[in-house]
C-alpha cells in the first residue's frame, strides 16, 4: 500500500480514469475500502494487546465519555428498521441489554476489504484490539481504547503503530443498534492511519445485527434494513435467524443483500459520477452477541460482489469485483 506511484486501472472514458488518478496508490487501498462500503468462527479466550492510558478508562466502567470532546470526529450509523417475520417457538422474551460496569470487555476487531479490476487488485486487512467499557451511568455510551493495531501490509503497519491509546466512542440504541461513531485519534498518528481505522470500525457497524425489541424464542428471524450512502446508495437487508440463546449470549446465523436504489456512482474526491449497469453484492455469517457487553464477542460476515460502471460510452466499462470480510473476537 506504502508506494508513491499512481493508480493505474484500465479505464478508456475520461470519467473511469479520473477515479483511478484522484487517489496516489499509498491511500488507494483505503480509498477503496471506502467504496466498498455501503456496497458493501472466533473465541474470547486471549486477551488483546490493549493499554488504556486514560485514568477515566481503568476499571469496570468509564466516568467520562468521548461525547462532546474537542478533536473528536463524529460519524452516523444509518439506523436500521428491524422486522421480526417469525416470533420463534418456546418461551419468549426480549434480548434487552444488561450493561456489565464491573469489567471491561476485550475484543479484537478484524476486518479485510478489497477492489479488483483489470490488471489491478487491491486489498487492505486491519486487526484492532479495543478495550470496551459502558459508561458508568449511561447505558447508551460505550466507550473504548484502541490497543496496538496491525495489518499485514508493511507499510500499512507501521503508519498503524502510533494509533495505539487512541480513544472512541459508541453510541448505541434499542436492541443494541449502533447508532453513531466518535473517534479521537491518537495525536502521533498519521492520516493514513487514521482513514483505516475510521473505515474498519464502519465497516464493521454498518454490518451489525440488530436485535428485535420484542419477545423472541430460539429459532426466530428478522429483517433489518439500512440505507447506507457512499459512492452508491444501497439498500441493504440483513436477514438474521437466532440459533442459541444461552444466558446473556444470543448466536444469529445472518445473510446480506444490497442493491443500489439508482445507477449513479459518484466517483470520491471528484464532482463526476459513472452508471453502474450491473450490481450484486451478498454474503453470509454468524455473529454472537453478549447482552452484557457493548460490541459483538464473536463472530464473522463475509461479503461478495460486483459491479459494472461505465461512462460517456457504455462499450467501454469499467468491471471491479469487491469483498469485505469483518470479524470478531
Not at 251 to 264: A, G
Request: glycine share 10%.
Amino acid at each position: 500500500m506504502a508506494h508513491d506511484s499512481i493508480i493505474h486501472l484500465t479505464i478508456i472514458h475520461e470519467a473511469c480514469n479520473t477515479l483511478a488518478a484522484v487517489y496516489p496508490r499509498r491511500t488507494r487501498v483505503a480509498a477503496a475500502a471506502a467504496l466498498l462500503i455501503g456496497l458493501a468462527g472466533c473465541g474470547a479466550d486471549e486477551e488483546p494487546d490493549v493499554t488504556g492510558s486514560d485514568a477515566t478508562q481503568q476499571g469496570g466502567c468509564a466516568t467520562e465519555t468521548t461525547s462532546g470532546r474537542e478533536g473528536v470526529d463524529l460519524l452516523a450509523i444509518p439506523p436500521a428498521k428491524v422486522t421480526v417475520t417469525d416470533p420463534g417457538a418456546g418461551e419468549r422474551k426480549v434480548a434487552a441489554a444488561a450493561p456489565d460496569r464491573g469489567s471491561p470487555q476485550a475484543a479484537t476487531l478484524v476486518t479485510t476489504s478489497s477492489v479488483a479490476a483489470v490488471g489491478d487488485e487491491q486489498a487492505q486487512t486491519v486487526e484492532m484490539p479495543l478495550e470496551a467499557r459502558f459508561h458508568c451511568t449511561d447505558s447508551t455510551d460505550v466507550e473504548m481504547v484502541l490497543g496496538t493495531v496491525t495489518s499485514p501490509d508493511a507499510g500499512l503497519d507501521g503508519q498503524l503503530r502510533p494509533v495505539a491509546g487512541s480513544q472512541a466512542g459508541l453510541a448505541i440504541g434499542p436492541g443494541s443498534m449502533p447508532i453513531s461513531l466518535r473517534l479521537l485519534p491518537a495525536e502521533s498518528a498519521g492520516p493514513e492511519a487514521r482513514l483505516a481505522v475510521e473505515q474498519a470500525l464502519l465497516q464493521s457497524l454498518q454490518l451489525s445485527v440488530p436485535l428485535p425489541t420484542e419477545p423472541i424464542a430460539v429459532g426466530a428471524r428478522w429483517r433489518a434494513e439500512r440505507t447506507i450512502t457512499s459512492a452508491a446508495t444501497v439498500t441493504q437487508h440483513i436477514d438474521a435467524t437466532l440459533r442459541s440463546w444461552d444466558g446473556n449470549r444470543l448466536t444469529m446465523d445472518v445473510t446480506v443483500e444490497e442493491t443500489p436504489v439508482n445507477s449513479v456512482f459518484a466517483i470520491p474526491g471528484s464532482d463526476q459520477t459513472l452508471n453502474i449497469s450491473r450490481f450484486s453484492n451478498s454474503g453470509t455469517g454468524q455473529v454472537t452477541l453478549d447482552l452484557t457487553r457493548g460490541l459483538p464477542v464473536a463472530g464473522r460476515i463475509d461479503v461478495d460482489g460486483a459491479r459494472e460502471l461505465f461512462g460517456a460510452d457504455p462499450a467501454q466499462p469499467l468491471i471491479q469485483r469487491t469483498s469485505l470480510s469483518v470479524g470478531w473476537r
